[in-house]
């Protein structure tokens, strides 16, 4: 069965901080996204990866990086952490292929940054 | 810019049928998809159209027209548990990146 996890649900940080949002898939896949979603605007990507080791910006890259060191794994990094930072985070993966590339979603992480 | 407009809020009720349209402005297109998403969880795949024709899925069949504009998903038989958000997605390259749109609200009332 397919499966993409995050590693937290929810989680709360202090403006300023540094902070780690985890994903992993274990479904092969050379693709995964991150994207944050907040009412009214629908999910926006903010950093992609295709392979190991390679990242492209997304549409709202601004105030994060990412990591891709093992084919499974993509992090998202909150460098110092705003309030405007409060959102959804989703995780995504999929196959690169010009057919059906559908996305695979993470259950999500709920930002809170106070 | 790229841009995915689908309408914000829909009410129907049980055992109705509700059509979803969704118009997009992308730089390029591999697909249209569609994904259903219930509040705090996240999105399901639902459908999928690359060449213009009719999917059907069970109660949901989504439809592409690429030379006439219309492409949309029709829910049938519309049940409480089909109260969720539908969001309308384009693959806008071979390498697998989307663009959404903001996503339907579908109200399913008794």
């Known amino acids: 069965d397919v499966k993409v996890t995050q590693s937290s649900r929810y989680l709360v940080k202090r403006t300023g901080e540094k902070v780690f949002l985890e994903c992993v898939q274990d479904?092969?896949?050379?693709?995964m996204f991150w994207y944050r979603q907040d009412p009214g605007l629908g999910l926006r990507l903010i950093y992609f990866?295709?392979?190991?080791?390679?990242?492209e910006k997304g549409d709202i890259p601004e105030g994060y990086s990412v990591s891709r060191e093992k084919k499974e794994r993509f992090s998202l990094i909150l460098e110092s952490a705003s309030t405007n930072q409060t959102s959804m985070y989703l995780c995504a993966s999929s196959l690169r292929t010009s057919a059906n590339n559908e996305q695979f979603f993470g259950p999500g992480t709920r930002l809170t940054v106070l | 810019g790229q841009n995915i407009d689908q309408p914000t809020e829909m009410t129907a009720t049980e055992g109705a049928i509700v059509q979803i349209n969704c118009t997009y402005q992308t730089s390029g297109f591999n697909g249209l998809f569609w994904y259903q998403q219930h509040a705090g969880e996240a999105p399901t795949f639902l459908s999928y159209n690359v060449l213009d024709g009719l999917e059907e899925k069970g109660r949901f069949s989504s439809f592409l027209s690429r030379s006439n504009g219309y492409r949309y998903l029709l829910l049938k038989e519309l049940q409480m548990k089909d109260s969720a958000s539908y969001l309308c997605a384009v693959s806008t390259d071979s390498w697998g990146k989307f663009q959404f749109g903001a996503g339907t609200q579908v109200v399913v009332t008794p």
């Open positions: 990866s295709y392979d190991v080791k390679m990242k």
């Open positions: 479904m092969d896949h050379e693709n």
